[in-house]
């Protein structure tokens, strides 16, 4: 059966998958897996979209929906499907008096999306709750586990998973903690809207229901009446550099492993680039989210090659003001930023 992007990814652009299969548990994820490698057809799995671009081509394989749906609690540990949403596993937990996950709610899309990039958010990320993880490593056709510590997980979105389709995770064990009472608040925008201090606790429901209103204010919650959250989330990439360029000294400088982080955010804001960008550029179907100019957004009807000409843009501007390149976050499948933009757009773009 194909199957448009469209449906199939949050941005709603891309062409059609040639073939599409749900995988409703586990094993015919595995099987599914296992039948394409078998045949030679290329594949792509698929959670909720969330952080996927696919060009207006489509994919000429089958796309594998990951919708297996099991949720076990034994005591602090909690093993998850890695098609089950990725909120419901926040409820849940909450629910059942375990904390921790709780700075990481409303975050769009699957469990199994998780591991993917280290997902995080207002001072979480994945890795510091998961124990291990079950994957199907399709190099020598058998299930691992593999310890948290072996996952390659980085601050910057990304793990050994990330842009390397050897694993299909099929299942996360995390370690959470029996309390109602939040981790120490590490995240300055959530310590003032909780009217704590940073290093402060307050109850889980309360941190959770302010990162939602936070997420909800940011676009960040999706809402398919609302075109601020038709996105993959923050498009690009936080820079990390080795020396901060000249034209880049008035810029919020964070210190980081790998040199000095960057806030892009900032660098596309000031590069002339505020939330909402794009109403006169092209055919105004593509924008910057007017809650947040991370998001490159869907106004409706847009095109995979317009997000990649306006991303691309905005990536030259970018460049020209600060010297700094930007990388895209999100996974892109059959496009890219170099691709040629197309001509009825040239007269419009200035990047
Ligand atoms: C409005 C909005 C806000 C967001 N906010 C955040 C945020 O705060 N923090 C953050 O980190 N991210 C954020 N994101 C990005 C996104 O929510 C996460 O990356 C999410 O984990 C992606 O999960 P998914 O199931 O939708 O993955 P998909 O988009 O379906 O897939 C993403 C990539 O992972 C691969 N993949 C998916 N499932 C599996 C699997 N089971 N096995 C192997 N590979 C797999 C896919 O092949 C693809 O390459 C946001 C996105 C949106 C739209």
Redesign the pocket.
Known sequence: MRKSFTEL???RVGGEAADYVVAETTSE?VDAVAQADATGTPL?????????VVGDAGFDGVAIH?KSSGLDIDGEMVHVD??VH?DDVVVTTLEAGLGGLEPLSG????A???P??????YGALTSQFLDHVT?YDRKIGEVVDIAAADCGFGVH?TSM?K?N?R????RLHFRLTRTTVSRPVAYAALADHLGVAMGDTAPVTRVREAVLAL?RQR????DETDHD?W????FFLNPVVPQVPEKAKGCPAYPDDGGTKLPAAWLIQHAGFPPGYGADWGRGRVRLSTKHSL?VTNRGGATAAEVMAFAAHIRAGVQRAFDIRLEP???L?NCSLDDPVPAWLTGATTG
């Open positions: 990814t949050t941005i994820l792509v799995v698929l959670g909720e979209g969330s952080n996927l990951v890695a098609g990725w975050i769009p899309g699957s199994g999306g998780t993917i990039q280290n997902v995080g958010a994957v979105r998973f842009r389709n694993y299909v995770v099929l997420r676009g960040m919650l999706l959250t996105s993959v989330g923050s998001a976050e999100c996974d499948l």
